[in-house]
Antibody, heavy 124, light 108 residues
Framework: EVQLVESGGDLIQPGGSLRLSCAAS????????MSWVRQAPGKGLEWVSL???????YHADSVKGRFTISRDNSKNTVYLQMHSLRAEDTAVYYC??????????????????WGQGTLVTVSS | SYELTQPPSVSVSPGQTARITCSGD??????AYWYQQKSGQAPVLVIY???KRPSGIPERFSGSSSGAMATLTISGAQVEDEADYYC???????????FGGGTKLTVI
């Protein structure tokens, strides 16, 4: 069974740092595109970061310079390192496998497999 | 910043057809995707590349796109289809990937 399991969510003070983990089973993170998507309480979904199989990374403007996506192939795990956390970063963070569209180089990557999420709360 | 616009809510009776729209300036050239999210659960992909249905998704779910609007149609909506539905796509540059604000579907 293919599964993504997030961990690392916590209550953290503004300005603090946190690292989220996404452990994969049934798929190999190094040969897949992987993303983080977040959802603030009672709000909609927001794409955060993506790492391609080749290692290239992308980040939403709202987190650029503060968050970094990476992976450890030996552990088959994807990470999201978050720095300078703000109250508006409070959200459930989902790990998701991403797929490129079947045609068109400028089509969006989409998310076909999701974990259950981990909650990050930024508050003093 | 690029936006995809959805109605906040749609309500139908069981067995009726529910249609949820998503409008965006880039949709004439960009694929739309649809996600279903039930309360307390992770999102599930129900339509990809405008009108393709992943395996395991019931046939009553279909998608279409015309001009600047994409539509998710649930033919013969069931009570278990009550959920929030999000469209997803990108802007004309292909560099900003966004979700719509979500539509709460009520089936009563």
């Amino acid at each position: 069974e293919v599964q993504l399991v997030e961990s690392g969510g916590d209550l953290i003070q503004p300005g603090g740092s946190l690292r989220l983990s996404c452990a994969a089973s049934g798929l190999t993170v190094s040969t897949n595109y992987m993303s983080w998507v977040r959802q603030a309480p009672g709000k909609g979904l927001e794409w955060v970061s993506l790492i391609q199989s080749g290692g290239r990374t992308y980040h939403a403007d709202s987190v650029k310079g503060r968050f970094t996506i990476s992976r450890d192939n030996s552990k088959n795990t994807v990470y999201l390192q978050m720095h300078s956390l703000r109250a508006e970063d409070t959200a459930v963070y989902y790990c998701a496998r991403s797929r490129p569209a079947s045609t068109g180089a400028s089509q969006p990557y989409y998310f076909d497999l999701w974990g259950q999420g981990t909650l990050v709360t930024v508050s003093s | 910043s690029y936006e995809l616009t959805q109605p906040p809510s749609v309500s139908v009776s069981p067995g009726q057809t529910a249609r949820i729209t998503c409008s965006g300036d880039a949709l004439p050239k960009k694929y739309a995707y649809w996600y279903q999210q039930k309360s307390g659960q992770a999102p599930v992909l129900v339509i990809y590349e405008d009108n393709k249905r992943p395996s395991g998704i019931p046939e009553r779910f279909s998608g279409s796109s015309s001009g600047a609007m994409a539509t998710l149609t649930i033919s013969g909506a069931q009570v278990e289809d009550e959920a929030d539905y999000y469209c997803y796509s990108t802007d004309t540059s292909g560099n900003h990937w966004v979700f719509g604000g979500g539509t709460k579907l009520t089936v009563i």
